[in-house]
């Protein structure tokens, strides 16, 4: 057999050099029909050449791609030849499989001379400060070939700050809408050092944001109000965070003065009712070995007939338990019990099969199960 002199383009799953003629660079089984419509949608890459241009193109829908791996590359997306080259000992689909931190380990280790070390000069800098600034903004426990669908709303921002910080560019004025929604206070910092470091290398930071860390690091506030829609408008206050609090009409000085209390609910007597009790005798919805993306085989008993908050650092798996797999185990039990044919299902012992855990109980009560998320409304 013979092999042809080693390309870029071969160690690219976007690439029909490189990627796994069974899954097309997925990663994923598919059937001969949906093999056909991912190669149909690829940009022509020659013509891509001769203009000079970046291609891009929409992702192709494909209906009923299952999660299954594909039985030929096992996930890795490439085909035998690209996974087949090894730089000391490694393939390119083994250290892809590698955590951030991990892989700038393996490139500080790594020793070149001569001719390699001439060759990879610049690429292995690249690649060291890219991981570097990957750790920075906190995704150091992030494997490269995570799939992007599968990433957090933080991680995926994040992700993108660091291609940012990775640029070098000065004199950039960057515009943020609410950057930290969504974010734990500990990724807050994260992301406000970063937003920092590209403000210290000469360039221009416009944040929009309600968060009080935000407001006290910013150099500069502009405070609009004094209220919202035809009372709004109005530059109340401007300048440092001292000054904004001076201000006597801005309501933004009037909390970071004084905190809002939190509202307390009272009975008839004006006497302080507490929350409503979590016992032995709530009833629950019972999760066992809740196992996918970041979520490692966890048990969670979640109280029915109470508002339940489900808090953690980004990446940590809220949604993952709380959509992925939380949401579609009850709707499918919740669904099958609809209809005659899915009683009669149940009786005879068939269960819908559970997805991303091992066991569900105490949904029996549950008549309909709705998602409100952040999908902007389109009919009511």
């Known amino acids: 057999t013979s092999y042809p002199e080693l390309d870029p383009r071969l160690f690219s799953y976007n690439s029909k050099h490189g990627w796994c ?45 299952t999660d299954a791996e594909c039985g030929s590359c096992h996930g890795a997306r490439l085909n035998p030849v690209a996974r087949a080259v090894q730089l000391r000992g490694q393939s390119i689909a083994e250290l892809s499989a590698l955590a951030v931190k991990d892989a700038r380990k393996w490139g500080e280790k790594l020793k070149l001379d001569g001719r390699e070390a001439t060759i990879a000069r610049d690429i292995v800098s690249e690649i060291k400060s890219r991981l570097a600034f990957m750790e920075q903004v906190g995704l150091g426990y992030l494997s490269l070939d995570r799939a992007a669908p599968t990433l957090s709303g933080g991680e995926a921002q994040r992700i993108r700050l660091a291609a940012q910080l990775g ?9 943020l809408d609410e950057p930290t929604i969504g974010l734990h206070p500990r990724d807050n910092q994260l992301l406000l050092d970063a937003l920092h470091t590209l403000g210290a290398e000469g360039n221009t930071l416009v944040v929009v944001e309600h968060d009080e860390d935000t407001i006290r690091r910013a150099e ?8 919202a829609g035809v009372r709004g408008g109005t530059v109340v206050a401007q300048g440092t965070v001292a000054d904004i609090m001076a201000a006597p009409d801005s309501v933004t000085g009037r909390c970071l003065r004084t905190p809002m209390p939190h509202p307390l609910r009272l009975d008839a007597d004006g006497h ?16 066992k070995g809740a196992r996918l993306h970041n979520l490692q085989r966890v048990d969670v008993q979640v109280p029915l007939l109470r508002l339940v908050a489900v808090t953690g650092v980004s990446g940590s798996g809220k949604s993952t338990l709380a959509r992925d797999v939380l ?8 669904q099958q019990r609809s209809t ?24 029996e009560s549950i008549d309909r199960v709705l998602e409100v998320d952040q999908t902007p409304i389109g009919k009511t």
């Open 220 to 227: 500069h506030v502009i405070d609009i109000g004094p209220g």
């Open 327 to 334: 949401l579609a185990n009850v709707q499918a039990w919740v």
């Open 272 to 287: 302080v009712i507490g929350r409503r009790p979590v016992d032995a005798s709530t009833p629950q919805l019972h999760l």
């Open 21 to 65: 003629p069974d899954c097309v660079g997925t990663g994923l089984a598919l059937t001969r029909e949906q093999r056909k419509v991912m190669d149909d949608s690829q940009p022509d890459e020659k013509k891509g050449r001769e203009s000079g241009r970046e291609q891009t193109f929409a992702e192709p829908d494909v209906e009923d791609v």
């Open 167 to 175: 640029s070098n560019l000065q004199g950039v004025c960057y515009v």
């Open 340 to 363: 005659k044919a899915g009683r009669d299902a149940m009786d005879e012992g068939k269960a819908p099969p559970l997805v991303g855990c091992t066991g569900l109980s105490g949904f």
